[in-house]
């Protein structure tokens, strides 16, 4: 016998909706709502704890640190969000002005700068500072 499956109870409440902007870039967790007319300053410093966290040098690692280990660079696959900009126009690389794209392995500094992997270690043998925010 076929007989129809019930509908499911409809929900008393509506779900949330999250954003991309709602979640961690670092560690993927969801952000609690925004109230309207918030800043963004609890957002930044859950960031920066996270990129604290994820950056700490392991114990018992060498005592000679890499330029990436003094910066505190976290390395990351890019995902369509790290493309884009907060306007919505593609990203690029600051150092070789090209778009990132899906896929790529990208590097984010401690100041939150985001490079291609490979561009910052390149600039790293040159310089040990984050191209945009030198000290001049």
Not at 56 to 68: L, M, Y
Not at 103 to 111: K, N, S, T, V, W
Not at 116 to 126: A, P, Q, S, V, Y
Request: proline share 9%; charged share 30%.
């Amino acid at each position: 016998m076929n007989r129809p499956l019930p509908a499911p109870p409809s929900c008393s409440r509506p779900r949330r909706t999250i954003t991309e902007r709602d979640i961690c870039p670092i560690c993927n967790h969801i952000f609690p709502p925004q109230s309207p007319g918030s800043d963004e300053d609890a957002r930044e410093a859950h960031i920066r704890v996270c990129i604290e966290r994820h950056a700490t040098r392991r114990p018992g690692a060498s005592s000679q640190s890499t330029p990436s280990e003094r910066l505190r660079m976290l390395t990351f696959v890019a995902t369509e969000k790290d493309c884009l900009g907060t306007d919505g126009v593609q990203s690029e690389c600051s150092i070789c002005m090209e778009e990132y794209e899906v896929g790529a392995e990208l590097a984010r500094l401690e100041c939150l700068c985001k490079f291609h992997k490979t561009c910052i270690l390149g600039w790293f043998d040159r310089k040990e500072e984050c191209p945009v925010h030198k000290v001049t």
